[in-house]
C-alpha cells in the first residue's frame, strides 16, 4: 500500500493568535507552492490559514541567515505571569530592546482618517499633560540609557497646545535622536510653525504621511484629498532642508502600484532620506478593508520595490536582523549624478553565493557586524551615513566615497505591522519598535494595538482572568499529586 504525502512541506510550529477570539493557539508554519502559510487551530473556532509570504525563499533566508543575537535593554519593566503576548513589557522574556521607541502625546487630530490605527480624530480633544509626556520620555531613557530614536506621535502632535515644550522636554533628555509623526498639515499652511520646527535640527527627522499622488486613493485612506497639502509640505520642508521620511501606508490594490513613482519622487527632494512603506495593520479604525483582498505581505512589496522603481533589485532589499519576519530595508547612495543601491557597491561574491542566496559575509565577522549595524531601524540620517562610511571602510575594492553625509544616503524601508490575523509570537518577541506608557512600561507595537491600548483594557483583562484561573487549577492538581501517588 503505498502512503500518501499532504500537499506541502511541514516547516515549524509556533504560537498564533486565534483571529476571532485572540487567545493564543498553535500553529504551523507550512510551504505550499513556494509560498508560505501559517495554519491555526483554535479549539473554540476552528482552523484558520493566512499567507505569511509568498516567496519560501526568502521566507528562509529571514529565518535561517539574518540572525543575530538579542539586544536586551538595560532593564525589564513587568514580570512574566501570563505568558507573552499578556505580559508587556517589557517582560524578561522580550527578545530585542527598544530601537525606536513611541511617545504619544495626544488622541486629537485634524483628519479623520478611514484607516487610523490609533482612532483619532477631531472629536477625540484629549492631549497629555506634560507630567505624563515626561514620564514617558523617562521610561524609555530608563529603558534604554542613551535611546536611539524617539518618535513624537499622536494623533496629531503638531497640535498639542504644548508641541514646543514637549520637544524641549525631549530635547533635555539624552535622546540621539527625535521624529515627528506627522500629516504635515501645520507644516504646509504655518510657515512660522515649520521654521521654529526646524530649528530643532540637527536630530529631527519629519515622518510625514504620504500615501498617494492619486486623489482617490487619499480619499480612501485619508477622507481627504491632500496632495495641495503634501506638495505645500514639501515645498516647505525642502527649503528647510528639514529631514523627511515619506510613510506610505499601503493597501494591495489602492496604491501598491505607485510605489515606485514615490521612491522616484523622493530621490528628487532634496529633504528627503527614505521612504517607509507600511501595509495596513487591521487596528483602530479601518474602513473599507477586506483582509482577503487588501493585506500584503512583506515579499510582496520587496517585489513590487523592485519591478517599479527602476533602480533597486530584489537582493538590494534585505531582512533587517533586528526582525527580520517584519522588516525589510535597501539603501542607496545619492552621488552628483546618480543614484546607486548601496549592494551593487557589494560584488556578488561578498554578499552572495549559489542558488539559494547563502550570504558569505558570514565569514568576515567585520563585514557582518558593520552590515548587521547598517540594517537596522535605530538610525537617524546622520548615522546611517557614518555606519555606512564605516561599512564601505571593511569593503576591499570599493570605489565609492568612503565620507558619506546624510544628504548622500537614501533608505527604503517595508515595516509590517502584524495583527490578529498573522502575528506570530516568535517575530513579535523580536520586536523592536516599541510605545512608551506614563506607568514606565513600554510595550511592542503590534501587541499595544491588540490588547494595551485603553479601550482594548477589558479583553486583556477577560484573558488575563482566564488564565489566572488554568494556573490555579494546575497548582491545585500538582499539590494534591503525591496524595494521588500514595
Ligand atoms: S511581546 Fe515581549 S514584552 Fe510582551 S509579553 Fe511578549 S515577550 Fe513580553
Ligand atoms: S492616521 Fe494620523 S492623520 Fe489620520 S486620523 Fe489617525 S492620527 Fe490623524
New binding site residues.
Partial sequence: MSRKNRPYLFYDTTTALCGQCYRTVEAKIIEKSGAVYMDKWCPAHGNERVLVSDDADYYRQCREVYLKPPEMPQQ?N?S?T??????????????QHSCLSIVEINDHCNLQCPVCYAGSGPKRSEHRSLAEIEAMLDAVVANEGEPDVVQISGGEPTLHPDFFAVLDLARARPIRHLMINTNGIRIAQDPDFAERLASYAPGLEIYLQFDSFRPLALQALRGADLSRIREQAILRLNALNLSTTLVVTLKRGLNDDEIGDIIRYGLQQRCVRGVTLQPIQEAGRLEGFDGKRHRLTVSEIRRAIAAQSGLFSLDDVRPVPCNPDTLAMAYAIKLEDEVVPLTRYLDADTLLAGERSTIVFERDPALKASLFKLFATNHSPESQASCLSELMCCLPSVEAPQALTYANVFRVLIVQFMDASNLD?RA??K?CIHFARPDGR???F??YNLFYRDDRAGLLQTIQDEIAQTTRQRQRVMSLRPIYGE
Avoid: N, Q, V
Wanted: proline share 12%; with cysteine.
Fill in positions: 525589564f513587568t512574566m501570563y505568558g507573552c503576548p499578556y505580559d508587556c513589557g517589557l517582560c524578561p522574556d522580550h527578545m509570537i513579535l518577541k520586536s513600554l510595550i511592542p503590534e501587541a
